[in-house]
């Protein structure tokens, strides 16, 4: 297809066949019959289309007549021009108009496509984000609560310090005072029983005020009132004496095997990790019967310092194992346990910018493994 | 662009008249060719009108052959004013050598100018032109007006383009329309000469471009 603006041959704006018809039409009105030819021959005039001569016409005719029918085939020629001229520029505007049309649907394709893809990514971010704000409000939540039952613990603790302090003196004293009653009365059977009954009560008292002492320790830990100092830690240390702290807390030699790996010193605050091991400590060797063993593991891996505390006592189900971490959650008997033991030892690990896992099977026993990044 | 054929030694240059609607576009054509006495002049073609409104274009030939024997054609074109015409507008601009815009002298008419303005620039950006080094003519018509902006006020607006001076036109009267017709081809000349080589090749000076394409009336050697 030629440009509308390109020059015209006579073929283009004419078809053969309407040429002889128009040169047959043209000889039947001369009464002379006409040739077109593309070169002069002497006899011939030209035939002008914008400028540019299409053909030649001859006949033998007048000039005037033979100019006439040139004006004649000129006149049609117009015609037929514009026509070809319009129809080509519409042809060539509609040409453009589609191309552009499509230039502009890949555009918009394109553009739907990015924001297809926007909208992905931007459903994904809302996601993770809505993620993140419900994780942080759980987080919220928890420590809103950790820190009202800490306030509690505290104010608790404090208040009972002070009495406990002065009734386990004063039992101590009474326990003095009772020795110095009892030289001084004569013996007789009566009084050496009831010396031995009072003895036994307050000894009884005595160990009463311990306990209580523990949990006012335990509660003060728990809402972080001590500062021990920060030092570097030895974890292998901690972990033998802890491990003779409750042998010494359960009277008996406990079957503990330990496996100590190679450790290196980390920071950290060493009278609080020793409370945490000697929490789980205390919890493994308190699930087990008569039989069983526990082992201690300690190693480092993948820059995570690991201290696996297994028993093979009586394990958890899961809805306990779900709550072992809550404050004043305990499975054993009211006043046999503070229900603190874990999250205690929790908190002094993610102080220590680590963690706690458990894994447990009712009846199997238990594995805790005390995690905490070296670095 | 001008075309040039080897085999029949011609040379075709492209002039568009551009403009808002109704700003005397056709008027400009019709009366260059009535007055215009070139060394060849072919017929004006009215495409198609509507209302007397230019739906697609309106063509004038006009030519000269030289001493040199270059078969030199300027093709002059009228674009539709529509607004809604802009892809055949965008069609007759392709390939133009040189453009006379066509501006409305009425109070009125101004944003008009100034759109159909901002339309040549756009659509020869498209065409792949550069409207600062287009050999172009503003003219402004419509002089006999009552309420024609004072031509004061628009050579002093126009001063600092590179399309000043501004011709004047009223070309239902025939008035400036072959004056603005000539500076065109003032500023075309140059630009075909250093591309052709008019002058040192076809023995097409200046002067004889000027005057074999837009002698007027009987003083053909004007």
């Known amino acids: 297809m030629r440009n509308y603006d390109d020059d015209y041959t006579l073929d283009d704006l004419l078809s053969p066949a309407h040429q002889a018809r128009l040169l047959e039409l043209l000889g039947k009105l001369s009464g002379a019959p006409f040739l077109l030819s593309e070169n002069n021959d002497g006899t011939s005039e030209p035939i002008e289309f914008s400028l540019d001569t299409l053909g030649w016409l001859q006949a033998e005719l007048p000039t005037e007549q033979h100019q006439a029918a040139v004006r004649l085939y000129e006149l049609v020629l117009f015609y037929a021009g514009k026509y070809r001229l319009a129809a080509n520029l519409h042809h060539d505007t509609t040409e453009a108009s589609y191309l552009e049309l499509q230039q502009k649907h890949a555009a918009v394709q394109a553009s739907e496509e990015k924001y297809r893809q926007l909208a992905q990514r931007l459903t994904q971010q809302v996601e993770e984000q809505v993620r993140v704000i419900k994780k942080a409000q759980q987080e919220l939540y928890e420590s809103a609560r950790l820190r009202a039952v800490g306030q509690l613990a505290a104010g608790i603790a404090h208040e009972i310090n002070t009495p406990i302090g002065f009734i386990s003196s004063n039992l101590r004293v009474a326990n003095d005072y009772l020795d110095e009653l009892e030289a001084s009365l004569p013996h007789n059977h009566e009084a050496v029983m009831l010396f031995e009954d009072f003895h036994a009560l307050l000894d009884e008292s005595s160990s009463g005020t311990k306990r209580i002492a523990r949990i006012v320790s335990d509660l003060k830990t728990f809402s972080n009132i001590d500062q021990a100092d920060f030092a570097a830690c030895n974890i292998n240390a901690l972990i033998t004496t802890a491990c003779r702290l409750v042998q010494a807390e359960h009277h008996q030699v406990l079957p503990i095997n330990l496996d100590l790996g190679e450790l290196p010193e980390i920071p950290g605050y060493p009278a609080k990790l020793s409370q945490s091991l000697y929490n789980v400590l205390d919890n493994a060797t308190k699930s087990l019967d008569t039989e069983g063993h526990i082992r201690v593991v300690s190693r480092v891996k993948d820059n995570i310092l690991e201290v696996l505390i297994e028993d093979e006592g009586c394990g958890m189900s899961e809805d306990v194992l779900a709550r072992v971490f809550e404050p004043f959650f305990t499975t054993r008997d009211v006043g046999a346990g503070s229900g603190l033991g874990l999250s205690v030892a929790r908190d002094i690990v993610v102080a220590h910018r680590g963690e706690i896992r458990i894994k447990s099977r009712l009846g199997e026993g238990t594995c805790v493994a005390l995690r905490i990044p070296v670095n | ?222």
């Open chain 2, 1 to 222: 662009m001008a075309t040039y054929s080897e085999s029949t030694n011609k040379l075709t240059l492209k002039i568009v008249y551009y403009g808002p609607a109704l700003s005397g576009k056709t008027t400009n054509l019709l009366q260059l060719h009535t007055l215009l006495k070139p060394q060849r002049k072919g017929e004006v073609m009215v495409l198609e009108t509507r209302n007397d409104r230019t739906l697609f274009f309106d063509m004038l030939p006009i030519g000269l052959h030289s001493e040199g024997g270059l078969d030199l054609r300027l093709k002059i074109y009228t674009v539709p004013g529509q607004v809604q015409h802009d892809s055949t507008r965008k069609a007759v601009l392709s390939r133009a050598d040189g453009v006379i815009f066509v501006a409305d002298s009425q109070l009125s008419q101004q944003d008009n100018n100034a759109f159909a303005f901002d339309n040549l620039a756009s659509n020869l950006q498209k065409l792949g032109m550069d409207i600062e080094r287009l050999p172009l003519t503003v003219q402004f018509n419509k002089r006999d007006r009552l309420d024609a902006i004072e031509e004061h006020n628009l050579q002093v607006r126009w001063s600092s383009t590179p399309w000043a001076p501004l011709t004047l036109a009223s070309a239902l009267n025939g008035q400036g329309v072959v004056e603005s017709f000539r500076q065109l081809l003032g500023r075309l000349y140059p630009a075909v000469d250093a591309e052709f080589s008019l002058a040192r090749d076809y023995a097409i000076d200046s002067q004889t471009f000027m005057r074999n394409l837009s002698a007027v009336g009987g003083l053909s050697n004007a």
